[in-house]
């Protein structure tokens, strides 16, 4: 079994589900509306699969955010914890 970084791009199950709520959108309305499975769903949040860039896409503009809300490793822009403290890597 290989193990490290998940094929795919990691998406930030926070945001997600933050974004999700204030949209007023249960899992299935969510999962419909990008075109995906609540099985799949639950493996990009809660096992860290990751998700092709279509996927993102998808779950971006039902949740009417660009990509990089969701999936900060589209952002360019990456911050570092040590401490509590966010700083900039």
Same mark, same amino acid.
């Given at each position: 079994? /290989?193990?490290g =970084?998940?094929?795919?791009?990691?998406?930030?199950?926070e945001?997600?589900?933050?974004?999700?709520?204030?949209?007023?959108?249960? /899992?299935?309305?969510l999962?419909?509306?990008?075109?995906?499975?609540?099985?799949?769903?639950i493996?990009m949040? =809660? =096992?860290? /699969?990751?998700?092709?860039?279509s996927?993102?896409?998808? +779950?971006?503009?039902?949740?009417?955010?660009?990509?990089?809300?969701?999936?900060?490793? +589209?952002?360019?822009?990456?911050?570092?914890? =040590?401490?509590?403290?966010?700083?900039?890597?």
């Amino acid at each position: 079994m /290989k193990r490290g =970084r998940p094929r795919g791009i990691n998406v930030n199950p926070e945001a997600v589900e933050a974004l999700r709520v204030v949209r007023s959108m249960s /899992k299935a309305e969510l999962c419909e509306a990008a075109g995906i499975t609540q099985g799949h769903f639950i493996d990009m949040l =809660r =096992r860290g /699969k990751g998700a092709s860039p279509s996927t993102i896409r998808a +779950l971006a503009v039902a949740l009417q955010v660009t990509p990089g809300a969701i999936a900060p490793e +589209l952002t360019g822009l990456f911050v570092a914890v =040590r401490d509590g403290d966010e700083v900039a890597a």
